[in-house]
Every structure is written in C-alpha cells, then in structure tokens.
C-alpha cells in the first residue's frame, strides 16, 4: 500500500500538471485570436465583438501586454465577482443552480457566497480531522498485529484509518457517534438546500418573461377520428373540454423533407453571401465555380449567378413541399401544442387528466420550443411500455456485463487480426517494438474507445425510451451513467472483477454478507480513490477550463472551413454542461466523501479541493463559454437530492458491514436505525418539496 | 406424508361438516324468529317487516310450514338469480365488485354469470389435470429412488407432484411450457377484469344520482393566519383562486363532548319512548324509575317525568355546548369541506396543487359523509410523517417479531401465574385433570385470542398512519393483514420455525438460495395446504352463512336490552364485508393456487370449489345481510391487481427455485424472462388504468 509520501509525489505531479493547465490558459485566453474559444458566450450574447483590427497586424493575434500576462490568474477573482442574481439573468436559472450543488449549500446571500466554504463537507473534514483521525492515529492495531507476524507492513495512511482500530474496541463508538453528526449534517444541509432551491425556482419562474410555452400545454396520443383531421379533432375536443380557456392549437407536422430542404437552402445561400462578398472586395472579376460535388470538377460557371438560381428551384421545391406537408393527411402526427388564454387554464389542462382511458389525450406542460425532442412525440402507449422494458433490459445488460463485448471485440482485435484486415501493415507490425506496443495498448485503447462513446450510448438508449424533451433525456441519462458509475468505477475498484463476476458472487451472497465484503475492501482501496480524485478530479477540471478540443476545432474551422461571419459564428462551439455526464461524476465525488468520512478521512480534504476548484472553474466556465440549449428552471434538483441520499444510504450500509467485520455487534445494533431515518428524511422531503419541481 | 385416502377421510370431514353447517342454516333461516338475523338488509332497506303477528302464536317463532323444509337448499338459485346491474343497485359496486373477485373474469353478460367456471383457475386446473399429472404421474422418480433407498415411502399424491419427475429430466419442459401458459392466462384474465371493473366504476358514477360530495373536495392542514380565523381565510383563499366556481365551505369543529350529549340524550330518548309505550298499554298505572345508575338504585321517582324533565336540561346543556364550540376558535380544525358550483371546478381543485407549499392546502376529493374518519383530519404533515414511519417500523415487528410477545405472555401465564393472581381458583387448577388441560391449550388459547384481535391491531396502526376516510382504512390495513398472511401463514407453513428464524435465515442466505429453500419445501407441504383449503375455506366459508355469533348476540339483546322497535332496529347487526380480513384471506388462495399450478395440480380442484362456494355464499350475504357501510365504487381493485401480480411473481420465483433443485439450469434460463414480463404487464396495467380509480 502507498505511504503518505507516496500520495505526496502523486499530489505534487496532478498539481503540477493542473497549474500547467491553468498557465496554459492563463496565456492562451489573453490572446486575441482565441478569443472566440475562450469568450464565446459574450459574442453570442451580441455584446462582445471581434477584436477591433486597428493597430498593429500582429496585435490582432498575439497579445503583447505584458502587464496582463502578470495578472494571469485574474480571473479567478472575475469568475467569483459577479453576484447569484446576475449570474442567473446572465446564464439561467440551470446553471447558476449546477455550481451549487457544488458548493451545496452556501448562504442565499451573496457576501458568504464568495468564501467557499463547502457546506457539506467542509466541517465533516474538520470534524474528522479533530476526532477521527487522533482515535485512529492511536488505535494501535498494527502495532499489536506486528508483535504477531513479522512481515506486516503497514503505512501512516493505513495508521490514520479505522483498519488502524482493534477489532471490538470501544473506540469504534467515536466511529459510530460521527456516522450519526455526519448524516444529520447531510441531511440539515440537503434541506436547506432544497428549500432554498425551491424558493429560487419559483422566483425564477415568477420573475420570467412572459413565453407562449408558458400558456402552451403538449396533447399526445390524440385518438384517431373517422370522421374529422387530427386538428379538428383537438379544436372540438378542447373547445367542448376547456370552452373558458381555450384559445388555439397547432398540431405537429412529420417534415423531415422539408427541413433537409431548408438546411440545403441555407448551405446555398452561404455560398452566395461568401462569393457576393468576395465579388465586391474585387469588383472588376466575377467570381466562378464548378457544378460538381464541392465545387470540386464539372463545368465552369459564374458562381453568383449559379447559386441564385440554385435557391431560386429549391425555393419552389421548399413551397411545393410545404404544400404537401400541410394537405398530407399523413404528414399530421397525433400531437398538438394547445394554447390556453390565461396560465391557469394551461395549468388545469397540463394537471388533469382529460379521458378516462389514460393512454389518450395525454396533457403535460409543454417544454420550452428549444427544448422539444421532436422525434418522440407521436409514440403509441403500449410500444412506449415496450421500449421501456427493453431499455431497462439493456441498462442491465450494459451495466453489468459491459465488460463482456470488450473483451470480445478485444480478443478479435488482436495482431493477426490486424493483418489480416490490412495486410499492407505487415511489414510495421512484424517490428518487435510496434508489436509490443499494440499488444501492451490496443485492449485499454479500446476500453477508452468504448468509455467515450458511452455517454452517446446511453443518450441513445434514452432516445429510445421516448421522452419528449431534451431535458427529460438529459436527465434520464444521468441516472444511467450514475449506476454505471457506481457498479463499474465504485464498486468494480473496490471488489476487483468485473461487474458480471461481482454480479454472481452477490447472488450468491446473503443480504447481510454484501455489505460485509464490500466494506472489508474500502479502507484499503482508500489511496486509490486519492489518486483518482487527483487525476480525474483536480487534472480533469483543470483540462476543462482550457479547452484544448474547442480550441483546436476552431482553428481549424476557421482556416480551412469558415467563409463567411456566420460561419465564424458556427465554428464558434461554446458548448454546454453536459448534465448528463458531469452530474454522475459529482455524484461519485460526494459517493466518495460520505463512504469514507468515517473510515479514512485523510481522503477528505482532497474531495474537498476538487468541489472548491471546479466550483471556480465552472463558474467561469458559466459567465464566460457555456450556452445552455434549454433552460428547465433547475428541475433536476430533486434527482440531484435523491442520488445524494442514495449516497448516504450506500455509505450507511457499507458502514454496517464493516463494523460488522470488526466484531462490534452492539455498535451495529446502535447503527441500523440510521438507515431508516435516512430514509424517512427522503420520504419528508419528497412530500414537501417534490411537487414544486 | 398423507396418502389420497387420508385426504379423502379429511375431505369428507370437512364436507360434511359443511353440510351440517348449511342445514342448520337452512333451518334456521325459515323460522320467523330469526328472520331479522338473515335477512337484516331487507329490514335495513325497508321492504321487509317484522313476520305478520296474525294467525297461531307460535308460527311467529317457528315455521311449520313442512314444504319449505324441503326445498331447504333453494337458497342457492335464489343467490345466483339477481343479475348484476340489479345486485350493484341493490347492494352498491363495491359489494358487486368484491364478489366479482371469486369469479375473477365472468362475461359482463348475465346469461354466462350463472355458470360459474372461475376464469382463471378452471382451465389451468382442467390444463394441468390434462397435461401435468400424466407427466408426473409417469415421471417415475420414486421408483427409481425406491431401487436405492429401501425405506422411502411416499404417496400417490407424491406421485402426482413434480417431486416424482426425475432432476434433470427433460420432462420439466412441460411444465417451464405450463408456467408460462398460466401465466399468461392469469394475466389476460386480469387485464380484462380490469377493463371491466373500471368500466363498472365509470358506469357506476355516472349513473349515480347527484350527492353534495361530488361536489365538494376536503382541504386539509390550512394554515393558521393572525388576522383571519380559519372560516375567513378558506373562504378568501378560494375566492381568491377559484372564483368562477367556488360555492361555500364547511369548516371542521372539534365537537367531542357535543358529539357526547347527543348520544346520551338518545339514550334518554329511549327509555322514555319504551315508559311512554308501557304507560299507553297500562294507562291506569304511571311507570316509576330509580334515580341511580341504571335505574337500580336510589329514590323512586315517575319514569316518564323524569326523563322527560333529564332530556330538557340535557337539551339546553346541548345548546350551550354548541354556541361554545361555534364561537371558540380552539374549536375549529385546520380543515374544511369545500364545495363548487359544478363537478368540474371541484375536479380542478381536488386535482391541482393549491400552494407552492404541498404541506398546506393539501386537497383531495371529499370522502362521503358515511365514510369519513373524522378523527384525522387536522393532523400536522410532520407528525403525519412520523406517524407513518413508526407504523412502518411496528408493521415490520408485528409481521416478524410477533410470536416474541406472545412467547413472554405464554410464560407469564402459566399455572402458577394463575394462582397467584387469582389465589381462590386454586383448588380447582389444582386437579389433575384441569392441570393438564389448562396447560396443553393456555398456549393455544394465547395465540388464538391474538390472532383474534390481529385485525384490530392491525386496523388501529391504520388509524394512527393517518388516513381520513374509512376506505383508506380498510385498503391499507388489508395490506398489513396480506404481509402478515404471506410471512407468518404461508411462508411460515413452508418453512417451519418462527418469522423471527426465517428472517435470520434468509438474511444470512443469497438471494438465489432463498427461492431454492423455500421452493424445494412446496411440493411436501401440498397435503397440508390441501387441508388448510377445506378447513379454513369450505367450513369457514359454511360458517360465515349461518352467522352463529349474530344469531346469539341479536336474541341475547332481544331478550335482555331491547326496549323499543328502535332498540330491535339497533340489535339487528347487519355486519358488512370487513374488507381488511376477508380481501387478504382471498389473496392467499390466489397465491397458494398459483404457486402449487406447477408443481402439485391436486390442489386445484380443492381451491376452485373454495371460490365456487365462497361466491355463493357471500353472494347470498351481499343480497340479504350485510350492509356496506360506505361506499367507494370499487377503488380497492387496483389492490387486487397489484396484489395477485405479486402472487404470480412469487410463485414464479419459488418455481425457479425448485427447479435449480432439479439441475435443470437451461430449464431455469427459460424461465428468468417470465416475472420480467410479469413485472412489466403490471406497469403496463397501472398506467392504463389505475388513474381511473
């Protein structure tokens, strides 16, 4: 096992690398050419521009300033000055909520907002620190075993957890004392926190412009009618239904032809702008083109004139198409938007159920236009049940034996494999060096293969499942990551094996022998979660802020691929949090800090780094580049509370399970009720604030 | 092991004593005397009378009518004759519905209902009499064991069970096949009772004629305003947000010690009504009275002025009483009844969230006035909380720990406890033959009265949870009673040993061994079941009609207490479905039906004659004795659902058990999609339908 300076070198090489990100950063931003990629929220918001081209030519590239290169960490300071309130007129209500989980729990006051001092964990690490680690240090345990065996070794982080704490003593009572302040404090911040959230999402909502969404309830399933359209269909029924507040509708149209169309059309029109303009910069040569593919061969023409007429046909063809889509009876899907004239008609419509079979004329606020997932709005009931079922089916199959195409696709992808395929190869294969190498990398390269392309599987498999926003998909995902999460990254590092082989020794474990196992493991894999937090915590954040995929996508973009100032606009990638993916992650952090509070706290402070440094970093990352696709008004919240309790429950039992190991049967006994009043506070918070999100 | 004859021997035991039951019934029935005893619906209704005082004196008490002695079984038809439209009028749905539940599936057609085949469990009798006896009859694993082992015994039943097939034997594709045909036939009975009750239901309230609940909507937990008393601020809180369709409201009072005078002065009433009545058939002699309790003791005093002078003080005490309550606003709960001008404005209100706040305004369609639980209407959302927790803490105690309690009682009472307490009974406990006798069955007389009062154990933590109509009561503390059935009866008839020791044993177990444990106990306990069908079923079913224990407590009353026609009225104890007991008893017939479908078909004819006679029976009841005491349009049936699918599901898991027992591990692999599919027939029914209830 790693000793403390084992840990220490780590730290040193993670820090180094993260303040190597950060200078990167920290010159690359103040350069304006790459002021697009690190400011481009400010010029989608229309209130930045390109840098002015006055001056000297090399100025509009390189900054030569040297004062500013001194302040390179300025904008630390700059992502923490601007208060709550702006920050969510600036960047929405989601994203100023996001970073608080982060923080979780600051004061709803903005002086206290800017020492981060980290709600939850902030005073458990100090607590842990002040009682914990003292009844651990002087434990004695592995003293006591050495004077039996000889050859165990031990190092000073193994002295400072619970390992450290004989089996059956008396001290485990501190243990036990701290697992009860720790829960508690947990749970009076997650209320604090919930409450507080709540109250910002109903002020967000009052405080909104008014938006037709807001008036604007989404019908599916509207049955079909022999004798009338699917339109007048709706129109009667809410006209009979709703006579006080109805006021329209519009029903949703399949025309995905004519939004090829469109986007052709916009294609074309591009070229035009960029030969028009490179036309007036020398007005004395018309510019040309070719007709083949790209422009590429095929015969010669005058390319202003070639594209006008281009978009002058598909004009007609888009009207024609438009036509159709409209008349096309088909083409009319069985969904609706209807509008009512006041929001508590819209809100009685969205609430109530509107048939006696509750698989028609399904009524659910509609999500904000941006947010729709269009193509999930005209699924049958009982084929939305089927994909439901396969999905769960395949979450099952993904998260436990995900393992088993790897491996397959793995030992098919083996040297002779390769050569077979690309024979040409041979010869660089056939290298002693090379052959090494692809045997040593080629299974973990496509391990990563695989671990990047799943958050595209589980959007996907959500997509399947047939939600209609965006919103809903991105949160439904995070669930899926989330236990992915916890089988494979948590529990496949602390039982090794793969979740197929943890599967089965589960089965075929009792109940109560789980907890055991499970919890026997954790105070030794204590410094490997260390190291993980440090890489894919502090370094992982540290690459986040620079940007180096956005950055180098955009200059290539712009070199090769940008014509005209919309394009700039286009290439222009600001991205967005990717819910999905980044809320599991924190989850796994807050997973790691409650299971081992208890056990090794000397993992404490580093989680505590990781929170307060991607709290600065995102922060920034909200002001100056995300533009999020939609804005929910923070609905995630509850998922958020409840994947925490989650946490705390996970950590309970893990707890019992080693005390259990520890031959402290009483000490057990005083534990179990912790779990259920866990779980009841759950219960508590779900009835009092659920229904507001 | 019981062999067929022995079976039989028991069988025609319990036949017969069925039979003694429904005689003496049938005799009974026909004398005038009891007739308030059987037939007390009609007398509750109105359409029947006290048997005509005209003719011989004693054909008032019995019936000499030789004829009718011999048609002593037309009852039966007579039952089976009212059709169902005219039995809901007659008896409300919920009655029509619960007997619905021992046919589970007849046509929604009158000339089918008379033939009473039970859906589900007549053709998979019929199909596994067909196809899995011969399979097993033939299986031939006994006689092989036999060849082995000299001293096996075993019995024809045996032989018909699955034990008789060889493991490993590829005749258990017959019944992995069997399984899943039962399965789908359960579930396609199921699905279309559902459509059909919730057609019921919707039938049922439409027809209705138009009562003020309809219209009103129950608010609960208003909360307190300094300024305005709880009548103001419900009446400005609902003009405020419902002003096109609020009518008025009903504050709750807090009216015990009122509630109290009303029914003492009924009670004087009374008396006075029955001296009234002894003075006009004696007008020459004024009746006296006693001043003390009961009238037995102190001075002597004219009845009839006496109380009529009590029932004036009384009177004005009365209107005191209720000026207090109407102005003290300590009196007035936090809750209200709440009606619209139209059904739809209170749809809207009982459906929508009131206030930001879901602990305050809570509101939810008005119980009708019969059902309503008045004493939890005003419970604060904290306590409500913690109410249910503790509940679910003690259910969980009451369900494992159970036999604890009566274990510590049994030890207290034991001879010497008894002599101790009630030191004069000595001598008589001291004889021998009481001795012996007193502590073989103490024990057993223990547990019998515990499970006497279970129910109303069980109905009181209901109570305590906080439900506000007495429907609600009845549905969840039917769940109790189901858990309790399923661990302590069923599971603790297969596994023998206390809940206490299961539980121990299956927390110490995998959850793959648990099923096995279990399933590899079913087949030997089949004869036992097979008993418990008749005993508990065919004679407690015969029991039920004859209503012994009414028949005694109504004369008892009609000799000692009863006073005036009144009183006659009062001592006449319809009794109605107790929903709580009765439900959860049909739920485990359903289960061991299920469960023993696969494995020992013999059991099926028993439990079809079970629920043949039990409709009968109780279809008798619902026409001439019981009456409901509220009545909720057959909400309970989303319960009976979820209730048999959860009974499906364990006996698909006990087969899978049993068969891993039989090294059949492809056999088991076939099964495993089967509680997938099951589980998901259930999601697909909930949403389907369950909004409808």
Redesign the interface.
């Given at each position: 096992m790693a000793t403390l300076s084992d840990i220490g070198v780590s730290a040193a090489i993670n820090c180094l690398s993260a303040i190597l990100f950060l200078v990167a950063f920290a010159i690359l931003r103040l350069q304006p050419i790459n002021d697009r990629v690190y400011f481009p929220k400010w010029y989608i918001k229309g209130i930045r521009d390109s840098p002015t081209s006055s001056g000297a030519f090399v100025k509009k590239f390189v900054n030569l300033d040297v004062n500013m290169y001194l302040k390179f960490l300025n904008w630390m300071p700059a992502a923490l000055r601007m208060p709550e309130p702006e920050l969510i007129e600036h960047a929405g209500l989601d994203s100023a909520v996001y970073i608080r989980i982060y923080l979780l729990g600051l004061e709803w006051n903005d002086e206290i907002a800017v020492n981060f001092s980290l709600k939850i964990f902030f005073p458990i690490t100090l607590l842990s620190f002040a009682v914990l680690v003292p009844v651990n240090y002087t434990g004695g345990n592995f003293e006591a075993m050495k004077t039996n065996t000889t050859d165990l070794t031990y190092s000073d982080i193994d002295k400072l957890s619970i390992s450290n704490v004989a089996p059956g003593s008396s001290r485990l009572y501190a243990h036990i004392g701290m697992a009860y302040v720790f829960t508690f404090w947990t749970c009076y911040t997650l209320y604090r926190e919930y409450m507080i959230v709540?109250k910002m999402r109903?002020h967000f909502i009052a405080a909104e412009r008014r938006r037709p969404d807001q008036f604007t309830v989404l019908v599916r399933n509207v049955p079909p009618d022999a004798d009338e359209s699917v339109s007048e269909h709706v129109d009667h029924f809410f006209c009979v239904n709703h006579p006080?507040h109805y006021l329209l509708h519009q029903v949703v149209y399949n025309a995905i032809t004519l939004a090829d169309m469109v986007l052709e059309k916009k294609t074309l029109q591009n070229w035009l702008t960029y030969y028009t303009n490179k036309h007036e910069r020398h007005p004395n040569k018309r510019p040309t083109t070719k007709t083949g593919f790209w422009g590429l061969w095929g015969r010669n023409v005058d390319a202003i004139d070639f594209y006008r007429e281009q978009i002058e046909t598909l004009s007609k063809k888009e009207e024609a198409e438009r036509e159709r889509v409209l008349n096309d009876p088909n083409a009319i899907m069985p969904a609706a938007f209807v509008s009512f004239r006041s929001r508590w008609g819209a809100?009685?419509c969205a609430?109530?159920?509107q048939s006696?079979?509750?698989?028609k004329w399904l009524t659910q606020w509609a999500p904000e236009p941006r947010d729709v997932y269009w193509d999930n709005l005209a699924i049958p009931?009982?084929e939305l049940?089927l994909r439901?079922?396969l999905m769960a089916?395949a979450l099952f199959g993904l998260t436990f034996c995900f393992m088993v195409p790897i491996a397959f696709v793995q030992t098919l992808a083996n040297i002779e494999g390769i050569q077979k395929v690309l024979p040409f190869l041979k010869p660089l294969i056939q290298m002693g060096s090379v052959k090494s190498l692809i045997q040593g990398y080629l299974p973990g390269i496509i391990l990563k293969i695989f671990l990047i392309l799943l958050p595209t599987i589980i959007m996907t498999m959500s997509k399947i499942e047939g939600f209609t926003a965006h919103s809903a998909l991105e949160t439904r995902s995070a669930e899926k990551y989330h236990l992915f999460l916890l089988v494979n990254v948590f529990l496949g590092s602390i039982i090794t094996g793969t979740a197929l082989q943890q599967l089965k020794q589960?089965?075929?474990?009792?109940?109560?022998?789980i907890p055991k196992t499970v919890g026997v493991s954790i105070p030794m894999k204590a410094t490997f979660f260390i190291t993980y937090v440090m890489v894919d915590g502090w370094s992982g954040v540290a690459a986040e802020i620079l940007r180096l995929v956005p950055l180098i996508v955009f200059h290539l973009k712009n070199a090769f691929l940008v014509k005209t100032d919309e394009d700039r606009e286009e290439a222009m990638d600001a991205g967005s949090l990717t819910w999905s993916v980044s809320e599991p992650r924190i989850q796994l952090y807050f997973l790691l800090g409650l299971v081992y509070s208890t056990v090794t706290p000397i993992l404490l402070p580093f989680i505590v780094v990781f929170f307060a440094f991607a709290y600065l970093v995102f922060r920034h990352q909200i002001i100056n580049v995300y533009c999020q696709k939609y804005e929910s008004g923070a609905t995630f919240w509850p998922d958020v509370h409840r994947k925490i309790i989650i946490g705390l429950l996970i950590s309970q039992f893990l707890f019992l399970g080693l005390l259990n190991t520890k031959k402290a049967t009483n000490a057990t006994f005083f534990l179990i009720p912790l779990p259920?009043l866990t779980f009841?506070f759950f219960?508590?918070c779900k009835?009092?604030?659920?229904?507001?999100f």
């Open positions: 709540a109903l006080d809100a009685v609430q109530t159920d006696h079979n509750p698989t009931y009982v049940k439901r079922l089916v589960f089965m075929n474990q009792s109940p109560t022998e259920i009841w219960k508590v009835g009092r604030f659920e229904s507001q």
